[in-house]
């Protein structure tokens, strides 16, 4: 039974299975391009963009330009697979989330449903998507030589267009994604935050000693008795 899915329901995320090979020009060593693929079970429609490395950083620039490449607009629901760090716990009865991936998605107003552990049929959209994208982007790129990162980038945004001119795989509607997905699911997204996303830097809990407070009390009393302020730049800038 083919399952029909509701226009901006959900977007489907996760990283391809294989590689893009780019060998430096001078050094000839070779380090791999990452595929994140995102895609909308709806519509069929499509997002891929090569990266240097599969980190947190890049895990959610990735969801911001799939944000952008959909015509603004944002999902109910964002599956993505048990990664980590981006999924830091996914029980029966608890779910948590990196804060930074857990702010994305307040940010955007969406709710982060990761799949289930050995359970790929959760993301059978975005697994047949890592499909088609080695058939399009990674084995029609086999026999071509990259040199430089951002030449594999624009190969891997050529074909992505290609892929999405071609109509959904196993689906009854007519037409290509980039027709489909206009007509029947775009009007329907949720609109984008009136302010950009901008990602927050934590920093590991630190202890302060009970020294170093009571210092900082001391010169806070020196300022409010009127002591030198020569005097309170000069015991800041003590070890």
Request: hydrophobic share 35%; glycine share 4%.
């Amino acid at each position: 039974m083919r399952i029909q899915h509701k226009p901006s329901d959900v977007m489907e995320v996760d990283w391809a299975g294989k590689t893009l090979t780019i060998c430096d020009s001078i050094t000839s060593e070779s380090s791999p391009a990452y595929l994140f693929v995102a895609v909308l079970p709806c519509s069929g429609y499509a997002y891929v963009e090569a990266c240097t490395d599969m980190k947190l950083e890049n895990w959610l620039l990735c969801h911001v330009h799939a944000y952008d490449y959909f015509g603004g607009g944002v999902t109910r629901l964002l599956i993505p697979d048990n990664l980590k760090p981006e999924v830091t716990k996914n029980t029966r009865n608890e779910t948590v989330l990196n804060r930074n991936y857990q702010e994305l998605a307040e940010h955007y107003n969406t709710a982060v449903v990761p799949a289930r552990v050995e359970h790929p049929k959760d993301k059978s959209h975005a697994e047949g998507t890592v499909r088609l994208t080695s058939t399009w982007i990674l084995a029609a790129l086999r026999n071509e030589h990259f040199f430089f990162f951002a030449e594999a980038q624009q190969a891997v945004k050529e074909k992505l267009e290609e892929m999405n001119q071609k109509p959904p795989s196993q689906s009854p509607k007519t037409g290509c994604r980039c027709s489909v997905y206009p007509e029947e699911e775009r009007d329907f997204m949720k609109p984008l935050p009136a302010m950009p996303y901008e990602r927050s830097m934590w920093l590991p809990n630190l202890s302060v000693s009970t020294d170093y407070i009571s210092t900082l009390y001391r010169l806070y009393g020196m300022i409010h008795s009127g002591s030198s302020r020569w005097g309170f730049r000069h015991c800041l800038r003590t070890p």
